[in-house]
C-alpha cells in the first residue's frame, strides 16, 4: 500500500463531501482511505489481521500471531465509504458488521478498541 498524501486534509475533505451530500472524488477518497489505514497501522502494530479496502489498500495489523500462508484467518474487508464511515466513528463497528457492510472474521478482527481514526 503507498502512503497517503494530504493525511488529514484527504479525510476532511471526504467528510466534508459528505456533509454536503456529496460523493467525495474518488482521489479523496483513495487518500482517505490510505491515511486511516496508515493510522489504524500506527496505532495497532502488528500482523495478526489483515485489513482490506479494495481497491484503495490492505494492511496488516493488531499484535498476535503472524499469518504467513494461503488465506489470513484474521481478515476484516469492507467497501472505501463504509471504511471512512466507521473509521471516523460516523457508522458504528457492530452495526456495520451487523448489517453485512463489513465482514469481520477471526477472534481478532473486532477493531473497535483503535476506533475512531484520527491521522497526524
Known amino acids: 500500500m503507498s502512503s497517503a ?4 486534509e484527504s479525510v476532511a475533505a471526504a467528510l466534508d463531501a459528505l456533509d454536503r451530500g456529496d460523493e467525495p472524488e474518488r482521489t479523496v477518497l483513495r487518500d482517505a482511505v490510505r491515511a486511516l489505514l496508515t493510522e489504524l497501522s500506527r496505532r495497532a502494530p502488528g500482523r495478526s489481521v489483515e485489513v482490506r479496502i479494495p481497491p484503495f489498500g490492505a494492511i496488516q495489523c493488531v499484535p498476535g500471531p503472524r499469518h504467513t500462508r494461503g488465506t489470513p484467518p484474521n481478515v476484516v474487508e469492507t467497501d472505501p465509504m463504509t471504511w471512512l464511515l466507521v473509521a471516523t466513528a ?3 463497528w457492530a452495526e456495520a458488521v451487523r448489517d453485512g457492510r463489513l465482514r469481520a472474521s477471526g477472534i481478532r478482527t473486532d ?4 476506533l475512531p481514526l484520527t491521522p497526524e
Not at 498524501?5 to 488529514?8: E, G, Q, R
Open 5 to 8: 498524501h494530504n493525511k488529514s
Open 90 to 92: 460516523r457508522l458504528d
Open 111 to 114: 477493531l473497535s478498541e483503535y
